[in-house]
């Protein structure tokens, strides 16, 4: 469960983040949508702690961001926006590495990698060094890695950039999944039609602000626009209005 | 430390599998210096043994006028040819270059010498240019030679004993033992363990920083439960063995190839046995700290891996400057030098290839000294990697 209170972030003169506030319950798929640059990452970086906002707060399953951020660290999953993977080692040895720093036991490592290589099917090509990997291959391996230490909740950052439409599937299987065994999911995206398709909940966000925050039909009611597309048109200018 | 050394292992590993890092430290440190030096020591063996085995030509103008000197000259292995024509053509050849040195006899030497008053012969030369110099100096020392030996002959036949002519007998006793006259050429020595040590670590502490930031592998490992100080310190930690290896590598190398040069040509034994390598290991090894945090601690300021290479390229120069100007002006070590790292191991070294004893207080200042720095820069390093710009 992520819960987000007031958040600002300014990098220099930008004033990147301001006042972004939501709830992402367990069980349920949470959307950020917005257009680039609309302060998505900046929220998201802020909620896996590798930025500290400059005022609001932050709690994962009620641990403070800030204050107590390596134990918050512990309840989260994060797939950086172009997360890199070492091209040195294979895929297994990458998830393996992520997994003993995640602390977990040398005898569990072994089992809890070869659980998630079948989860995300990337049995076929585990043992191999991941230099010269598809983008599609290095997305799972990544996201294997941030989940090698079964997290509660997972925050992805635009997690289908750059995939196939057979790699965005299995990877919409896989939130789904995650979803149905209770866990927390809060991503990212600037397409509509991908969040539409699988979030309970919306959070749209422009200019460093939340338009609406809702489940799809409350967005479709509170902006009068049946279509979503219209609805996500609607919802940026009426915090570009302001 | 488990974390630190989960973080180790995979770097370790992980540059063990990097051709380029393995190159840098494996190969391209150790070799450079013996190479570059085999290089250096072959050059000035080959310069010392040209002056005197080879026969030096010599024009000569009015050479049949001095029938006996250019015997005399023959058997100092100068050869008397041919000179340009006559006195303004020798100034000229030697002006331009196309001679070093001509030896001018006047048509007056063979009634000078017979009437025994000072018989003039000219020797023109360019003394600026310094390899015309010293065939100018091997002329004259030659001449001089037979100077001396006319006039002992010239006594003789007025019945006194030469030995009038030299009321002084000096005797120059050189002090400098064959080990000490290596310490010149091998100072440099130094600055090669120094080079081949920073090499070792260069890529892995590009690699920590602006490495991992390029490749997006930067923000997943922050996100996870681990602090920052054990991430750096277990780079580092890696940065530091493979710069070991570098440096135990190189001082091998040397010491290998120490034995195939022709160093008692030289008139040099360097000191340099598998005792001296250990001990040399040990006195630069708290060297390694410090320059694999220093490498960190500018890699991680740069915005990416070219650039980093670019300012690493600069810190494998610093080193240089301290041992560069303590070597320009002949210094001798002093206790204060010993607080300089990089300086410190180079005078140490030096003293120990001169075969001479080492201070042990001078040691001890020098490991403190080099140590309390490595200390210093990797809690920087530390400090700088906990903050937020880290990420680019």
Known sequence: ?242 | MRTVFIVFVKEVLDNLRDRRTLGTALIMGPIFGPVLFAFVINLSLERSLEDAERTLELPVIGRELAPNLVLYLKSQNIDAVDGPADRAAAINAVKTGEHDVVLLIPDTFGKQLADTVPATIELVSDQADTDADRIARRTHRALQAYNRELAALRLYARGVSPTVLRPLNIDEVDVSTPSGRSAMLLGMMSYFFIFATLMGGMYLAIDATAGERERGSLEPLLSLPVTRDQLILGKIGATCIFMALSLALSLVSFHIALKFMPLEQLGMTPNFGPGVVLVAFLLFAPFILLGAAVMTLVASFTKSYREAQTWLSVVLIAPTMPILIVSLLTLRPKMEFMFVPSLSQHLLLVDMVKNEPVNNLHVAISVASTLFFGALLTWICARLYRREGLLG
């Open chain 1, 1 to 242: 469960m992520i819960k987000v209170e007031g958040i600002h972030k300014s990098f220099g003169k930008v004033h990147a983040v301001r006042g972004v506030s939501f709830n992402a319950p367990d069980g349920k798929i949470t959307g950020l949508l917005g257009p680039n640059g609309a302060g998505k990452s900046t929220t998201l970086r802020v909620l896996y702690t590798v930025l500290k906002p400059d005022a609001g707060s932050a709690h994962i399953d009620g641990v403070d961001v800030v204050s107590e951020a390596l134990r918050a660290r512990r309840r989260i999953g994060a797939l950086p926006h172009g997360s890199g993977l070492y091209p040195h080692l294979t895929a297994r040895e990458n998830i393996a590495y992520f997994a003993h720093l995640c602390g977990l036991d040398r005898s569990e490592v072994d089992e809890r990698v070869d659980e998630i290589i079948k989860l995300l099917e990337i049995e076929d090509f585990a043992e191999r060094r991941t230099k010269g990997f598809s983008q599609g291959q290095r997305t799972k391996v990544s996201l294997a890695r941030a989940l090698v230490h079964d997290p509660q909740n997972v925050l992805l950052d635009e997690p289908s950039n750059g995939l196939d439409v057979m790699a965005t599937r299995s990877l919409r299987r896989l939130i789904l999944k995650l979803k149905d065994s209770g866990r927390c999911v809060l991503f990212s995206s600037h397409v509509m039609q991908e969040v539409a398709a699988l979030c309970d909940n919306i959070c749209i966000i422009a200019n460093g602000q939340v338009a609406i925050d809702d489940s799809i039909d409350g967005i479709r009611k509170r902006t009068g626009c049946d279509d979503l597309e219209d609805a996500f048109v609607h919802a940026i200018r009426m915090v570009g209005n302001e």
